[in-house]
């Protein structure tokens, strides 16, 4: 096909050809930078990308129908699930490129639980005769919690 077309829309598709090349470099670069911060927030490679393919498939104008069910045909059990994909196909369609979670305000979940098991534990060493009852009272968790933590 190249060959049918004249000298200067010939170059003009060779340039393209080049730009896609040097854009498809830079992307492959800016996957890998992708990759280190996904690492370094803990999502995992998975995740990621089910989420860059979601953000290709909305560029090619698939539906979040569509998307699922390609996700389903390559990753199985392990694609994301069905609400997840229609919420980030509503983001990239308006406009998102990020393939991270947003960053969130407040204290991880986990150092709260950890908290919570070091004082119910310095809890029971001060006083060994307080039931699990009055222990979650003063700590204002589940009694359940406090038997999973005891135990």
Known sequence: MVGQLSSGTRH????????????????????????????????????????????FLVKLGKSGNEIREMLVQVYGDNATKKTAVYNWVKGFYEGRESVTDEERSGR????????????????????????????????????????????
């Open 108 to 151: 991880p979940v986990r150092s709260r639980i950890e908290e919570s098991i070091a004082k119910i534990r310095q809890i029971v060493l001060e006083n060994r005769r307080l039931t699990v009852r009055i222990i979650a009272e003063q700590e204002n968790v589940d009694r359940e919690t406090v038997r999973n933590i005891l135990t």
């Open 12 to 55: 003009r598709v060779l340039a393209l050809a080049a730009l896609d090349y040097g854009s498809l470099f830079l992307s492959g670069i800016y996957y890998c930078l992708r990759v280190f911060w996904c690492i370094a927030t803990r999502i995992s490679e998975l995740e990621l990308k089910q989420r860059t393919n979601i953000n």
